[in-house]
């Protein structure tokens, strides 16, 4: 199946850094999801997006829909040690329930 | 609090076992999945239902049947396990105008 193009791959970073990520799709979606997911465990929503444009924040994390509807970033402000996680897009074109998934960023916070 | 539970967190099978992971979501969605995660290949979409004894075939049903009788519960079967089936399996639902997507805490299978 289709996975979509998610930058970087893992990174390093200090406690109190900020941290951005970002997805890329060859298709106009309609729906942007952002997840965590911690080792062993399932993916964790923590913002969805719905319109080109949206910015939306939850706490430390804002996520926006790109305006050409193909792309989406995630930003995390002051990044704390359980921050630490693999962080998935999907996304949703209309017309169906699917979602397609990223193929996640490894992010490892040093204390 | 919206809430996807799956049946076991961790199973060990044998080849050849029939399989039973079971999914239940109190959120009242109309859609429900089954994926299977695996290293560098990310999520794979097994089968989905977007009703009661709905159901679609994902990107890779090859080897699994589901069932969904009741809204709530959505049932992912290995007929006849096999190795290559071992792997993260995860169930997720999503209202029906299938904005977001919730997921359970997966069920980590291992057929020996």
């Known amino acids: 199946g289709q996975q979509l193009n998610q930058s970087p791959q893992s990174m390093f970073i200090q406690e109190g850094e900020d941290v951005s990520m970002n997805c890329t799709s060859s298709s106009i979606f309609n729906t942007w999801l952002w997840y965590k997911q911690d080792p062993g465990e399932g993916p964790v929503l923590l913002i969805a997006?719905?319109?080109?444009?949206e910015l939306t924040s939850n706490g430390r994390l804002t996520a926006q829909f790109g305006i050409t509807r193909k792309d989406s970033f995630l930003n995390i402000s002051a990044s704390i040690p359980s921050d630490v996680g693999i962080y998935f897009c999907a996304g949703r074109s209309s017309g169906t329930y699917k979602y397609i998934f990223g193929t996640g960023t490894r992010l490892k916070v040093l204390a | 609090d919206v809430k996807v539970t799956q049946s076991s967190r961790y199973l060990v099978k044998r080849t050849g076992e029939k399989v039973f992971l079971e999914c239940v979501q109190d959120m009242d969605h109309e859609n429900m999945f089954w994926y299977r995660q695996d290293p560098g290949l990310g999520l794979r979409l097994i089968y989905f239902?977007?009703?009661?004894?709905?159901?679609e075939k994902g990107d890779i049903p090859e080897g699994y049947s589901v069932s969904r009788e009741k809204k709530e519960r959505f049932s992912l079967i290995l007929e006849s396990a096999s190795t290559n089936q071992t792997s993260m399996y995860l169930c997720?639902?999503?209202?029906?105008?299938?904005?977001?997507?919730?997921f359970g805490p997966g069920t980590r299978l291992t057929v020996l």
């Open positions: 997720a639902s999503s209202p029906g105008d299938g904005n977001e997507q919730f």
């Open positions: 997006l719905y319109k080109a444009g």
């Open positions: 239902s977007y009703d009661v004894k709905m159901k």
